[in-house]
């Protein structure tokens, strides 16, 4: 199983970045998945999960009303858009599978760096 991430960067203030998670290797469309952040000497966080059939989504209420999650489960795909970016918002950026039932499994992408800065 495998969660791959791209579209990170450098972005100045007010910019968008669309970050992209890819799966394979697990029943994909069977879990809720989710997007992480961890900023340099913070606590990673939760930043977005999405149901799935992406009826039921949560944004953290830092990125609330700039940041968006979606899915494509025919594509395997989880994506973040995230628009008007702050310098407060430069981290690593993970996807992550939710366990929700027993047989399912933690699975991590190994990150993406998304940075923001003029």
Do not use: H
């Amino acid at each position: 199983a495998q969660l791959v991430e791209s579209g990170g960067g450098l972005v100045q203030p007010g910019g968008s970045l669309r970050l992209s998670c890819a799966a394979s290797g697990f029943m994909f469309s069977q879990y809720t998945m989710s997007w992480y952040r961890q900023a340099p000497g913070k606590e990673r966080e939760l930043v977005a999960s999405i149901s799935k059939d992406s009826g039921i989504t949560n944004i953290a209420d830092s990125v609330k009303g700039r940041f968006t999650i979606s899915r494509d489960n025919t594509k395997e795909t989880v994506n973040l858009q995230m628009n008007s970016l702050k310098p407060e918002d430069t981290a690593m950026y993970y996807c992550r599978s939710v366990v929700q039932a027993a047989w399912q499994r933690d699975y991590w992408g190994q990150g993406t760096q998304v940075t923001v800065s003029s």
